[in-house]
């Protein structure tokens, strides 16, 4: 089963990885980071199927995708 992390903080909450996740893995928490941002999260983890397009999309290495 694909698992995702998410560093919160390298993320500056831009969400291109929410904007290309083909399940809807990932959306943004009302919490902030150390830099002040609102950071990216996996609200629907168990929906990932590994394709790694988030964090091909992450300009700030954010995130990694096991599969």
Known sequence: ????????TYCKGC????????KDVIGVT???????FQYAVALNPDNCIGC????TMCPDA???VYK
């Open 1 to 8: 089963m694909p698992r995702i992390e998410i560093n919160p």
């Open 15 to 22: 969400l291109f990885c929410a904007d290309v996740c083909p």
């Open 30 to 36: 009302d919490a902030v980071n150390e830099k002040g």
């Open 52 to 55: 790694a397009m988030c964090a």
């Open 62 to 64: 954010a995130i990694e």
